[in-house]
């Protein structure tokens, strides 16, 4: 204690003249001291003085900073031509490159969300496609080219949709009924009722008629990915989180956190669990964003599951449903692959059927549905949000002026869905083309000794490599991408780009392939191998 | 200072303590002001000081944090009731009033909650432009089928020009989409989200082509978004973050209020422009508007101008243009510049589009956003193809990527780029369309005229500005909504009021009259006569 004493003191020869001398050195030293030791108030005063006088310092510097700015701004306007500009923007640059670290430059800043947006590292998902883009597989023109693997496209049944258009764009668009007027007027921006009609016809056809889908409730966007966006909008507010069983797609982070500001906490699938959700995983991630205070409004799943593409069981809805209610969470349900493909053993179970048929609160359950997997129509962006809360679906249509669908696509649309010789054909053929992939792709991957998940629907396959990846770590894994992308001349998904928790698996999207292509492909994989 | 130091020490209770032994003393006294014994070690007169301040700034960060996710409710709850209580005698207004009370009570009651800012939105009251709209449609006018509709006024679209389309397209569509060579996989796959790079040099054609006259636009710095509306609100989300704000000289376009403000966080400030001046800009009332916002402790990022005016229809000079580009530059903020009516002029102005202000300066490139779109300047507001053309890379790279919540469909991009590059079609279309333009708004004005009502000397876009403040009383917003319910429940006329506009006047109203037809002309007039005779009656 003594030391401490001297210490603060810079003048130990003093304080060990006496304790009175001490006390005035100490004041004389320490500015505040003073006035802190004195009466009761010594804590409340020690505390705020100091307080009060940053107060006034920041006061100052902001009232400096704004003055800065006023009274040298009369000179430039006077001042004729370009020379001035040049250093009226330098002194600018100055005042703000001190106060604040943003203004590092005196150019016109972008938003700070909008920086987070270009800093926003691209993932080995991100950067494959565009690789892949930049130098596409061709047989006959570009045999070294990249192929494309990572891209969910389905192209398999690409060849129906064109015959159909070839036939019907121009009766479609145009002749049908009305006259030019239908498809260059402002239309509303959620979506013409027509097409809405045909779509809620569209899904009841693929959920094989369990369900009925009401359009009145219906949201029509330009494209998935606005259609999450604009819910998670509505469900959640800055800051707020939504837990995301992973793996999940790679696009889920961006779609939800640029603009929307939300966090995604992932609720991490095993392997030994077959990939499937658990409610005690789901408890104990709700519990870790509790805990750090984050506010969890909802749930968002994909079924069937995207990278993984296994199904929830019944079960699992149920499940789900009941932690929803007992923590009052919201349910996005991104039903996107419902259509494409088939399987005998299980039967898709679509969120709507489960509201349809029990007591739970209807307001809480959201669903997704595009027509980019199903329909094979990327291209033409349709997404639709299917909800039963008024409040989500009045606010949705507001929102829906952002991301309206052209008149255009709508008028095709409706009346490729009103086509429903067409669209059953489609739909069977689509599924057979799917699943003959599937098993070939599939085949394929065990000849070679890779072992998938055994997926039930969607245009991809889930890959364990984990065997061929050393060290065993997620740098493992991205040297294995590496290796493919560079090597082999494939862009598949590393798994660490979809969140997943174990290191090694990958995704392969095999709808953009010709079936004489998965030799090719087989081959390629060998030789990384 | 040194004098009364220690008899207040002596006061302190310690003090037995402290006379005994020195050493000891400074125990009590740490015991007593909790920072002394840090302050008191090596450096004390420094970490006394900075330690309550870090505490203090920290304190004030938290507070920060805290405060500001309430606080945007707060301003769009505050900003309502203006529009709500002067329109409380309409029938509709009420309703929706109620209605609105009724989901929100809804909200808080029913188990899942949505988040604050949906409450927003739904509440959002409808202002009479919405309403006007919603009321058109459910009954719209038609001469034969339906001729006691209400007839549209509100809506800034261009029909005059529809026969011109009808014949491209029923000339061209099939091979627009599909032909050209390309199968549909040009259509029907993934394409990049911004827009296909041909339509990206159609487009750029096109712009140079209507509004460049001397500069031409670089396809690399356009952006394609699915409508002017989405074009406006990525920028504003790559411009200002939430509780940012931009000036806008009002009267402005009603839309703005959404566009800009849902989602964004972003605030609009208006600048109010006057009749005396013609509704002009002045660079004093900004630099004002700019000092206040400030001073408020709002930042501003930007300024936000329709050029041609949305509602006025006057043109901006090239010299308020260049004081303007120096006022940015001064304060160092954006400018963003709606442009959408740009070849819908029809009057002896010029238009000088912000690029061509830009391209003869060499610096401040970077701060210029040009907003353009299809909807307005060849008519097809179904397309829903808006672009953002911007000389910043950053603003570029940010609009790029957040295009992925608003491309354009891939049919859409095939008939407009092939549209677009059919350049003698694109001549003639917008000579022929200024010429009806021309026609239409001088039969229209010459109609209003005649009732008494003067309208400001416009040059573009689809609607001219009125004055009727000599026919509402009282003299303020209720007047000039009475009015405005009048022509709309018993005229059965949807004009828009230069409330919704913000506009500082009352009385002013925004007539588009491009929806009409020539012969339909005499049947506004005649429902608008009705009216004005009620009004002038009692005077």
């Not at chain 1, 409610?279 to 993984?308: D, E, F, W």
């Not at chain 1, 996005?332 to 259509?339: D, H, K, P, S, V």
């Not at chain 1, 209807?362 to 595009?370: E, P, S």
């Not at chain 2, 422009?273 to 508007?289: E, H, M, Y």
Request: contains cysteine.
């Amino acid at each position: 204690m003594k030391p401490n004493f001297q210490n603060s003191a810079n003048n130990p020869p003093e304080t060990t003249a006496g304790s009175t001398g001490i006390f005035t050195d100490m004041r004389v030293i320490v500015p505040l001291q003073g006035v802190v030791q004195g009466g009761g108030s010594g804590v409340v005063l020690g505390s705020i003085i100091p307080c009060a006088l940053f107060y006034f310092l920041q006061l100052y510097l902001k009232s400096k900073n704004r003055t800065g700015d006023d009274p040298s701004a009369p000179p430039p306007p006077q001042l004729p031509e370009i020379s001035p500009p040049g250093g009226e923007l330098q002194r600018a640059q100055s005042v703000r490159s001190i106060w604040s670290p943003r203004g590092a430059n005196g150019q016109a800043q972008v938003s700070s969300r909008g920086s987070s947006v270009i800093k926003h590292p691209d993932s080995p998902y991100h950067l494959g496609l565009k690789r892949a883009s930049e130098n596409p597989y061709d047989e006959s023109r570009n045999p070294d080219g990249i192929i494309q693997l990572g891209l969910d496209e389905n192209k398999l049944s690409m060849d129906l949709v064109q015959d159909w258009l070839m036939v019907h764009t121009k009766c479609s668009t145009i002749c049908q009924e009305l006259q030019i007027n239908g498809i260059t007027a402002y239309h509303p921006f959620d979506g013409l009722s027509e097409l809405k009609m045909a779509v809620s016809g569209f899904m009841s056809q693929v959920m094989e008629g369990r369900v009925f889908f009401d359009p009145s409730h219906m949201i029509l966007t330009s494209g998935v990915t606005p259609a999450i966006e604009m819910l998670v909008f509505c469900l959640a507010d800055v800051g707020n989180a939504f837990l995301v069983p992973s793996p999940y797609s790679p696009d889920l982070d961006r779609d939800i956190k640029w603009r929307t500001g939300v966090e995604i906490i992932p609720v991490p699938c095993r392997s030994s669990d077959n990939f499937s959700l658990s409610t005690t995983s789901l408890n104990r991630a709700y519990n870790k964003a509790k805990k750090r205070g984050l506010k969890v409004q909802g749930v968002i799943i994909s079924n069937p599951s995207n990278p993984v593409g296994n199904l929830l069981s019944q079960e699992t809805l149920y499940n789900l449903l009941d932690f929803a209610t007992e923590k009052n969470l919201h349910i996005i349900a991104t039903e996107i692959l419902a259509g494409a493909g088939d399987d005998k053993n299980q039967e898709f179970v679509s969120m709507a059927e489960i509201i349809d048929s029990e007591e739970y609160d209807r307001k809480r359950v959201h669903i997704i549905y595009g027509l980019s997997k199903d329909v094979s129509l990327p291209g033409f962006r349709v997404g639709v949000i299917y909800s039963s809360n008024q409040n989500i679906l009045q606010a949705s249509k507001k929102l829906a002026r952002f991301s309206s669908i052209s008149s255009v696509s709508q008028r095709l649309l409706i009346s490729m869905f009103n086509d429903s010789r067409f669209v059953g054909e489609f739909i069977r053929t689509n599924r057979e083309r799917v699943e003959r992939m599937s098993s070939l792709f599939v085949g394929g991957l065990k000849n070679l000794g890779i072992k998938s998940m055994k997926s039930s629907r969607g245009s991809y396959c889930w890959a364990d490599m984990s065997g061929f990846i050393r060290p065993y770590s997620e740098k493992g894994e991205l040297e294995l991408w590496e290796k493919f992308l560079n090597v082999a001349k494939m862009n598949v998904t590393p798994g660490s780009c979809c969140h997943c928790i174990e290191p090694g698996w990958f995704r392969f999207c095999f709808t953009g392939l010709t079936e004489n292509q998965i030799p090719l492909v087989m081959e390629r994989i060998q030789k990384v191998l | 200072m040194t004098q009364t130091g220690p008899r207040r020490l002596h006061n302190s209770g310690m003090e037995d303590e402290s006379r005994d032994q020195s050493p000891s003393s400074s125990t009590g006294m740490r015991l007593i002001v909790p920072l002394q014994g840090i302050v008191q070690g090596r450096g004390g007169l420094i970490l006394g000081s900075v330690i309550p301040c870090a505490m203090f700034y920290f304190l004030q960060f938290y507070l920060k944090r805290r405060r500001s996710p309430p606080n945007p409710p707060e301003h769009h709850t505050s900003s309502p009731p203006s529009p709500a209580p002067s329109s409380s005698n309409l029938t509709e207004l009420s309703r929706s009033a109620s209605r609105s009370n009724l989901l929100m009570s809804r909200g808080s009651i029913g188990r899942p909650h949505v988040s604050s800012r949906v409450h927003c939105i739904a509440k959002s009251n409808d202002s009479p432009y919405y309403i006007g709209l919603d009321k058109v449609s459910a009954d719209p006018y038609d001469s034969f089928s339906n001729p006691n509709g209400v007839i549209q006024l509100g809506l800034a679209e261009n029909r005059l020009t529809l026969d011109l389309i009808e014949n491209w397209i029923a000339e061209k569509l099939n091979d627009s989409i599909l032909g050209g060579g390309l199968s549909v996989s040009g259509i029907a796959t993934y394409q990049p989200f911004d827009g296909m790079p041909e339509l990206k040099v159609a487009m750029a054609g096109f712009m140079s082509q209507v509004m460049g006259r001397t500069v031409t636009f670089d396809p690399s710095q356009i952006v394609l978004t699915s409508g002017a509306t989405s074009a406006i609100e990525i920028l504003c989300f790559a411009l200002a973050d939430q509780g940012n704000a931009f000036l806008i000289p009002a009267p402005y376009y009603p839309g703005f209020d959404r566009d800009m403000k849902w989602r964004t966080g972003v605030e609009l400030i208006p600048v109010h422009c006057r009749s005396s001046d013609n509704f002009t800009l002045s660079i004093p009332v900004l630099d004002q508007a700019f000092n206040q916002a400030r001073k408020r402790g709002q930042k501003v990022k930007g300024i936000l101008l329709s050029n041609p005016s949305n509602p006025v229809g006057n043109l901006m000079t090239r010299e308020t243009l260049f004081s303007l580009l120096d006022f940015a530059r001064e304060k160092n903020i954006h400018i963003i510049s709606d442009e959408l009516f740009a070849a819908s002029t029809f009057g002896d102005e010029e238009f000088v589009s912000m690029a061509e202000i830009i391209d003869s300066e060499d610096t401040d490139k970077d701060r210029v956003h040009i907003v353009y779109g299809l909807s307005k300047d060849l008519a097809l507001p179904g397309f829903r193809v808006g672009v953002i053309y911007s000389y910043n890379e950053n603003v570029l790279t940010v609009s790029r990527k957040m295009t992925r919540f608003s491309p354009v469909s891939a049919p859409t991009q095939r008939i407009v780029t092939s549209m677009l590059s059919d350049t003698t079609f694109i001549k003639d279309f917008t000579e022929r369309n200024r010429e009806r333009l021309r026609a239409m708004y001088d039969l229209f004005v010459e109609g209003l005229e005649e009732l008494g009502i003067g309208c400001t000397k416009s040059s573009g876009g689809l609607y001219c500005w009125c004055d009727m403040s000599g026919l509402i009383r009282p003299y303020n917003e209720k007047g000039e909504l009475d009015l405005w319910d009048k022509l709309l429940n018993v005229a059965k006329i949807n004009i828009t009021p230069g409330s919704s506009c913000h506009c500082i006047e009352p009385g002013w109203f925004r007539c588009c009259f491009t929806t009409l037809d020539e012969k339909d002309i005499p049947v506004v007039i005649e429902r608008i006569r009705s009216v004005v005779e009620t009004c002038k009656s009692p005077s």
